[in-house]
């Protein structure tokens, strides 16, 4: 039987803009009724246009934010932030990855100090046996020792988002969200950070949420993908099934709008360049 490691049932975040003296409050229906079921090592992408609510649904996943209605379950635990607080073992299950690796880096931490600090504040490990670990996670995502004692500024985009992945990978999370994480790098690098995503997911056995705007990415890494239109899940499916038959015309307009360019062919040169 599949293990189910994300589930969300019928999910709803709606804001409140304030108005002013002779202006009423409005409400913005940011997340509309988003249900999902996603099994243990599968990747899930959620594709969109911006301001169609992917990043909102994210952080209600990620339990940065509270729904306003709706279930979420993790390991078929439901998780209620508004209502209890998390236990350490609850946000420990759940990691994200940011678009701007440079942005959610501290710039006066060496990077050793950056891939301890999970550890510090939520585990009792020794110093030593952080340490180790932050070198061996060091390692994993394909940079060197001599990286340990360097700032962020040192490294160039890429580095950097490994750096942001190897952190998020250093409480052994279940599940990990990636919100639109190679968008601001170079096609080749994206490739590469791509292959190393991969890997990592195969070695650990991680659950990804891909959260894109680029369809060739999403068409490269994902199991299953979800379309979102202004809050909605309009389209859901297996790669194969929303790719080659697209149900909803809105998923058929993005495809017919979006460029493609060929990550895998990408991927297939940088094997004979290392050969």
């Known amino acids: 039987m599949s293990e189910i490691v994300l589930e969300t049932r019928n999910l709803v975040r709606d804001y409140v803009i304030g108005g002013g003296l002779f202006r009423p409050s ?41 729904p306003t209605a709706g279930e979420l379950l993790i390991d ?13 073992e609850q946000r ?7 678009q701007n690796p440079y942005g959610s880096l501290n710039p006066r931490q060496k990077i050793g100090d950056v891939l301890m600090e999970p550890l510090i504040i939520n585990s009792d490990l020794p110093a030593a046996e952080r340490r180790d670990r932050a070198f061996s996670m060091l390692l994993k995502v394909g940079l060197r020792p001599e990286h340990f004692n360097r700032y962020p500024h040192m490294f160039s985009g890429g580095q950097r988002q490994r750096i942001a ?30 292959n190393l995503l991969a890997d990592l997911q195969d070695e650990f056995g991680l659950t990804y949420v891909f959260i894109s705007h680029d369809l060739s990415v999403v068409r490269y890494i994902a199991d299953e993908v979800m ?24 998923t058929r307009t993005l495809f017919a709008a979006t460029p493609r360019a060929d990550v895998e062919s990408i991927r297939r040169r940088l094997a004979r360049k290392a050969a």
């Not at 379309?227 to 809105?250: D, K, L």
């Open 165 to 194: 992945i190897a952190r998020a990978l250093m409480l052994n999370p279940r599940l990990l969200v990636l919100d639109e994480p190679v968008s601001a790098l170079d096609l080749s690098v994206q490739a590469q950070v791509l």
């Open 76 to 88: 078929g635990e439901q998780i209620d932030i508004a209502r209890k607080t998390l236990t350490p």
């Open 26 to 66: 409005r409400v913005i229906h940011a997340v509309k009724g988003v249900s999902l079921k996603l099994e243990k090592g599968k990747t899930l992408a959620i594709v969109g246009e911006s301001g169609c609510g992917k990043s909102t649904l994210a952080r209600m996943i990620t339990m940065i934010d509270a």
């Open 227 to 250: 379309v979102m239109y202004f809050g909605e899940a309009v389209e859901y499916g297996t790669r194969e099934e929303v790719f080659s038959n697209p149900q909803h015309e809105y």
């Open 92 to 98: 420990r299950k759940v990691q994200i990855v940011f």
